[in-house]
Antibody, heavy 121, light 107 residues
Framework: QVQLVQSGGELRKTGASVKVSCKAS????????MNWVRQAPGQGLEWMGW????????KSAQKFEGRVTMTTDTSTNTAYMELRSLTSDDTAVYFC??????????????WGQGTLVTVSS | AIQLTQSPSSLSASVGDRVTITCRAS??????LAWYQQKPGKPPVLLIY???SLQSGVPSRFSGSGSGTDFTLTISSLQPEDFATYYC?????????FGQGTRLEIK
């Protein structure tokens, strides 16, 4: 079955960076895009960006441009999201989610289990 | 960016009730809408895509309808496991956006 398994929780200081991984299995990695979505404590879902493992093309939400880097490793079927210059506002659970359509404009299924990133001064 | 507004923000209902959640888009999005269910401490789960297509494995008591700017998610007969938070998501245009969520609670 299609499965996304994310890396474990992280604790970072203000100003630091964090890199979250998402290992995919059960499908051909390069045929679907990967989205990154975050959820602050008690809040809703916020789309961060998308990457195509096929050609490395990315799209990110304007508020994260210049601060987020999304990459993939097709040899290990793993997607990565790095967020820099962390502040307390970045404390959230970060999810990866497969883009079913493969062309960015699509719905998400399945989702990874989530990675809690805590930013503390 | 297209804004999605869900109503109500929270809802109390009983097992067996019929429940409808609305999602309104700030501009027309055709049928480029999905619905997700999220339980505490868990990732969202896809219920409906392209406004009205039921995801495989999702119970038939869930249904979606609408096009343009107004969409609904209906649960025909609430079951205990349906108490959760529901989100709509548009994929008509960049950036992808979500509604603020509707929390469905037990009455």
């Amino acid at each position: 079955q299609v499965q996304l398994v994310q890396s474990g929780g992280e604790l970072r200081k203000t100003g630091a960076s964090v890199k979250v991984s998402c290992k995919a299995s059960g499908y051909t990695f390069t045929t679907s895009g990967m989205n990154w979505v975050r959820q602050a404590p008690g809040q809703g879902l916020e789309w961060m960006g998308w990457i195509s493992p096929y050609n490395g093309k990315t799209k990110s939400a304007q508020k994260f441009e210049g601060r987020v880097t999304m990459t993939t490793d097709t040899s290990t079927n793993t997607a990565y999201m790095e967020l820099r210059s962390l502040t307390s506002d970045d404390t959230a659970v970060y999810f990866c989610a497969r883009d079913v359509t493969g062309d960015f404009l699509g719905w998400f299924d399945p989702w990874g289990q989530g990675t809690l990133v805590t930013v503390s001064s | 960016a297209i804004q999605l507004t869900q109503s109500p923000s929270s809802l109390s209902a009983s097992v067996g009730d019929r429940v409808t959640i609305t999602c309104r888009a700030s501009q027309g999005i055709s049928t480029a809408l999905a619905w997700y269910q999220q339980k505490p401490g868990k990732p969202p789960v896809l219920l409906i895509y392209v406004a009205s297509s039921l995801q495989s494995g999702v119970p038939s008591r869930f249904s979606g309808s609408g096009s343009g700017t107004d969409f609904t998610l209906t649960i025909s007969s609430l079951q205990p496991e349906d108490f959760a938070t529901y989100y709509c998501q548009q994929f008509n245009s960049y950036p992808l956006t979500f509604g603020q969520g509707t929390r469905l609670e037990i009455k």
